[in-house]
């Protein structure tokens, strides 16, 4: 299986916080990666997927990049909104795994 | 807008079989073009995928739960099902059905299974 990491495991930030989180995985997953955001109570929601696309409807201040075994997403003011629990999928091959979640909370 | 409703008893006793089906409105399975999943999630804790299926049947499963799980479709009444055997405390989550691209573009709302007797 292909195992996913996330750092940090949690931060603290600010409303209008430039924010990165960063995935890696234990083997070369190309662009087969997906982000997904869930908060307290609901199921995760889709934000970006192939690495760096955005779901539509999903804001334009959340984005994604890399390629291989090393991943970011980027919230680059943060909201209110997007105080919540941040987790990365590879999609390369099966069984799809899921990293361990970075959860974003308010300073 | 595609939705996905999960159903089932939220109480199963260890060394029984859980059994969850999946309700899908607003697309139909049978279309195709969609895997459909089942991911769970320990209170707390993190996501586990479990496996999917193809609308002809085809199906994918989580090694660590291969020997125990099954996951079946019935596009007439477009619904999809998980049965999982032989389950101990461990199993307690709350599992997710969801629409694979993949990624999981829809999800339902979760239903937490307890094992316990």
């Known amino acids: 299986d292909i195992q996913l990491t996330q750092s940090p495991s949690f931060l603290s930030a600010s409303v209008g916080d430039r924010v990165t989180i960063t995935c890696r995985a234990s083997q070369g997953i190309s662009s087969y990666l997906a982000w997904y955001q869930q908060k307290p109570g609901k199921a995760p929601k889709l934000l970006i997927y192939a690495a760096s696309t955005l779901q539509s409807g999903v804001p334009s201040r959340f984005s994604g990049s890399g390629s291989g075994t090393e991943f970011t997403l980027t919230i680059s003011s943060l909201q209110p909104e997007d105080f919540a629990t941040y987790y990365c999928q590879q999609l390369n091959s099966y069984p799809f795994t899921f990293g361990p979640g970075t959860k974003v909370d308010i300073k | 807008q595609v939705q996905l409703q999960e159903s089932g008893p939220g109480l199963v006793k260890p060394s029984q079989t859980l059994s969850l089906t999946c309700t899908v409105s607003?697309?139909?399975?049978?279309?195709?073009?969609?895997?459909w999943s089942w991911i769970r999630q320990h209170p707390g804790k993190d996501l586990e995928w479990i496996g999917n299926?193809?609308?002809?049947?085809?199906?994918h499963y989580n090694p660590s739960l291969k020997s125990r799980v099954s996951i079946s479709v019935d596009t007439s009444k477009n619904q999809f099902s998980l049965k999982l055997s032989s389950v101990t405390a461990a199993d307690t989550a709350l599992y997710y059905c969801?629409?694979?691209?993949?990624?999981?573009?829809?999800w339902g709302q979760g239903i937490l299974v307890t094992v316990s007797s």
């Open positions: 299926i193809y609308s002809s049947g085809s199906t």
């Open positions: 607003g697309g139909s399975i049978s279309s195709g073009g969609y895997y």
């Open positions: 969801a629409r694979d691209r993949p990624p999981s573009d829809y």
